[in-house]
């Protein structure tokens, strides 16, 4: 937070996240009612059993890019919540299916080494060099596209650069599988369409659905016990007059068929188990049962038992009518009809039958005829109604492994958030990075190790280290040389076209939404590659943030300046650009300020602890999120570099995105009501207005007055307890917009108009 930073000691990790989550894990398993769940708790426990060994022994240690004593940072670390690396590496672990039918195949010993050096030989070097042309292998973990990129190297001459990766690799060659996974063909071109799951995993999500037991229950009640008491009722009617049962004896045929109908009751009783309500003797067919027992069985019914069973059918008769009757026929007639319906359990096995044709290790380019009705064909085969329709929850499940560009994705709800968005957007930038090879088999395998490393895990880091890099795996680092312009303009238009593309879609999408950690982390990729020239910054974590930040964010703080000077964003929450221009003058000059060994700007936290009011040593969660509050404020996070760098122009308009914007506050907003915990709720609530104040300061002003003089008809959409808390928040909007301005704690005209902001070391004004 100051100048003296660099010397506060540095922050470790307590053993406390861990043990909890081993005790949550070790309770899971002894409990849970599921075996599934049971099975994965324990497997959740042996990992965190794993960490905390490593943290006591030294092993492991936690905070840093090398968790793993012995292991380099390139080496993919098995990671478990919250970035804990268990110490074991994920390309480790007994051989694979595929490791071991390769020695079998090639007459090499079954075990690593043993294969590692049998494919730097003539043999194994035509193995690889068959694969790289045909394109058959798929990358699960980075580094099994060591090999292939060696096997690349040798053929194309550059044989120092091969024998340069494999002195690297060697040492781990016993430990670590480098060899590709089989695959029945080249991936898809992620530029054209993209896919959020694979049908094999639709498989999987319809495999382990069950039958609906409530559903299930219901229809054997409909079907089965209703038509049953009918039957029932219809034979003690025989014996009323007047409607009083037994006002008449019961002769041998009654008694006969009374038989009869005990006799079936007993073998429907065996056969359909799920409703049990006819076994209830207070239930009106347990009691016309059980009186029948009582007659066939030759015993007088006592009072008791025979007031019961009168109830029983006069309240049957004036609830539903008597059997046969209009009424009575057309309720049964309706209730058959929908006990006829297919369960949603049966159409999933269908629809399983439909994917089990295609290819399974990508998604599925078009679902329509997967979610067409039942065929006649298909009902003759499976006894299901012919014109079924599928139901929606099977065919959302279908549709999130649609293969589609990801703006299409995004508009069919495929892609319902900014997180799930970030889980896609490695695929895209796969391909555009990779574009700058200009082998085209290099450029494949580039592009799955690319996807890949995307899968790796996030490390927890300590004193601003950052996460390691694509380009500090060996094997890429080995064919950098071979990078170029040849996919575009020296400035790769085709990277910032992606960047613009992307960056688009997740505002107009979303833009309520701070851009997540990993959806940065791949526009940042894109950044470096068109050589943007501003940073895109991350969202730091509140509970170890050490009061410092890296020289980006006031490079970021910079950018936004140029495009927020003297705007409604720069005047609502205070900011003087100009000085944070002249800031970023001085540092620039000056010699860099370090803590811990990296690069701080230290003029950028003391601005941040500044205007968060906030103790320069102050280290609790609530203190350091005020701090990074404020420079998620200066530098916008990422919306300015995205709007004055990246030049995005979202449809349908800045205006429309702030009253969207605007409904999420009110959305949020209203959770605050009686909730507990609010605080986290009123923080992405805050996010959204900033998000909103951003869009607006974008609006010429005359649109910026009537988009703010609608909101209030927006927020009586909504309970009134929201206009209560957003009130204080519209009207200083509202001020700062005609002119006027907040006081130094943030409010205005004594206290009726507020700056809305989430985090707070007391208690939230809302």
């Known amino acids: 937070m100051n100048d003296n930073a660099e010397q506060q000691p540095p922050l470790v990790v307590s053993s406390a996240y861990p043990e909890a989550q081993l005790a949550r894990a070790f309770t899971t398993a002894l409990t849970h009612d599921d075996a599934d769940t049971r099975r994965r708790a324990d497997v959740r426990g042996q990992r965190w059993r794993q960490v905390l060994a490593g943290v006591t022994t030294g092993r492991l240690a936690i905070g840093t890019r090398t968790p793993v004593n012995g292991l380099p940072p390139w080496v993919t670390p098995e990671v478990v919540r919250g970035g804990f690396a268990t110490g074991t590496a994920s390309a480790g672990g007994p051989l694979q299916v595929h490791e071991t039918e390769a020695a079998r195949t090639l007459g090499v010993t079954a075990e690593r080494r043993a294969l590692f050096r049998h494919f730097l030989t003539e043999p194994g070097l035509a193995w690889l060099w068959a694969r790289l042309d045909t394109g058959d292998y798929e990358i699960d973990v980075p580094e099994e596209a060591a090999l292939l990129t060696m096997a690349w190297l040798v053929r194309h001459g550059e044989t120092d650069a091969a024998l340069d990766l494999v002195a690297e690799l060697e040492s781990f060659a016993d430990r670590l599988r480098f060899l590709p996974r089989p695959a029945a063909g080249p991936t898809p071109d992620a530029t054209a369409a993209v896919h959020r799951r694979t049908a094999s995993d639709a498989v999987g999500i319809l495999e382990r659905r069950r039958p609906n037991t409530a559903v299930e229950t219901q229809r054997e009640a409909l079907a089965v016990w209703q038509p049953f008491g009918d039957e029932l009722l219809i034979h003690w009617l025989r014996t009323a007059r007047d409607g009083r049962v037994l006002e008449r004896a019961p002769d041998a045929d009654w008694l006969a068929h009374g038989e009869a109908l005990l006799d079936r009751y007993r073998l429907l009783a065996a056969e359909h188990t799920r409703c049990t309500k006819h076994r209830n003797p207070k239930e009106n067919l347990g009691i016309l049962r059980g009186a029948l027992e009582e007659a066939v069985a030759g015993r007088e019914l006592d009072k008791r038992r025979?007031?019961?069973?009168?109830?029983?059918?006069?309240?049957?008769?004036?609830?539903?009518?008597?059997?046969?009757?209009?009424?009575?026929?057309?309720?049964?007639?309706?209730?058959?009809?929908?006990?006829?319906?297919?369960?949603?359990?049966?159409?999933?096995?269908?629809?399983?039958?439909?994917?089990?044709?295609?290819?399974?290790?990508?998604?599925?380019?078009?679902?329509?005829?997967?979610?067409?009705?039942?065929?006649?064909?298909?009902?003759?085969?499976?006894?299901?109604?012919?014109?079924?329709?599928?139901?929606?929850?099977?065919?959302h499940v279908v549709e999130s492994a649609l293969s589609a560009p990801l703006g299409t994705l995004v508009e069919r709800g495929v892609v319902p958030s900014s997180e799930v968005l970030a889980e896609l957007v490695p695929q895209l930038v796969a391909a555009t990075t990779a574009q700058a090879y200009g082998d085209e088999t290099l450029r494949a395998l580039m592009t799955a190790n690319y996807r890949a490393f995307r899968n790796r895990r996030s490390l927890l880091l300590l004193n601003l280290e950052h996460q390691v890099r694509v380009d500090e795996l060996p094997w890429v680092r080995a064919v950098s040389g071979q990078r170029s312009a040849a996919a575009g303009t020296p400035d790769d238009e085709g990277a910032l076209g992606v960047l613009r593309q992307l960056g688009e879609l997740a505002v107009q999408a979303f833009p309520a939404t701070i851009l997540p950690n990993p959806l940065i982390r791949e526009f940042g990729v894109l950044g470096r590659q068109c050589d943007l020239g501003t940073p895109f910054v991350e969202e730091l974590a509140a509970d170890i943030f050490m009061g410092t930040f890296s020289p980006k964010f006031l490079r970021a703080a910079r950018t936004a300046g140029e495009l927020l000077g003297g705007r409604l964003y720069e005047r609502y929450y205070g900011i003087d650009y100009a000085a944070i221009r002249d800031l970023a003058v001085i540092e620039s000059d000056a010699a860099p300020a370090r803590s811990h060994g990296t690069r701080t700007s230290p003029g950028f936290a003391r601005l941040c602890a500044e205007r968060a009011g906030t103790a320069s040593r102050s280290r609790s969660v609530a203190a350091n999120g005020t701090v990074i509050e404020q420079a998620q404020i200066l530098t916008t996070h990422n919306l300015a570099t995205l709007v004055h760098r990246v030049g995005i122009t979202p449809r349908p308009g800045w205006a429309d995105l702030a009253r969207r914007c605007f409904v999420t506050v009110c959305r949020l907003t209203a959770r605050v009501h009686h909730n507990p915990r609010p605080l986290s709720t009123i923080k992405d609530a805050a996010y959204a207005w900033r998000q909103m104040v951003f869009h607006l300061a974008l609006c010429p002003p005359q649109e910026q007055r009537r988009v703010i003089a609608g909101l209030d008809e927006e927020m009586a959409r909504h309970p009134a307890h929201v206009a209560t808390r957003l009130t204080p928040a519209l009207y200083g909007l509202t001020l700062i917009a005609e002119g006027g301005a907040f006081g130094d704690d943030g409010t205005a005209d004594d206290g009726r108009a507020r700056r809305f902001l989430g985090w707070s070391t007391g208690g939230h004004w809302m």
């Not at 209730?335 to 089990?356: D, G």
Request: proline residues 7%; without cysteine; charged residues 20%.
């Open 306 to 395: 025979l007031g019961l069973l009168r109830h029983a059918v006069a309240s049957m008769v004036r609830r539903r009518g008597i059997p046969g009757s209009t009424a009575h026929t057309a309720l049964r007639r309706r209730q058959s009809e929908q006990a006829a319906l297919p369960s949603h359990h049966a159409l999933a096995q269908l629809v399983l039958r439909r994917l089990a044709l295609l290819p399974q290790e990508t998604g599925i380019s078009d679902v329509a005829p997967l979610l067409r009705a039942v065929t006649e064909e298909e009902g003759r085969e499976s006894g299901l109604p012919a014109g079924s329709d599928v139901p929606a929850a099977i065919r």
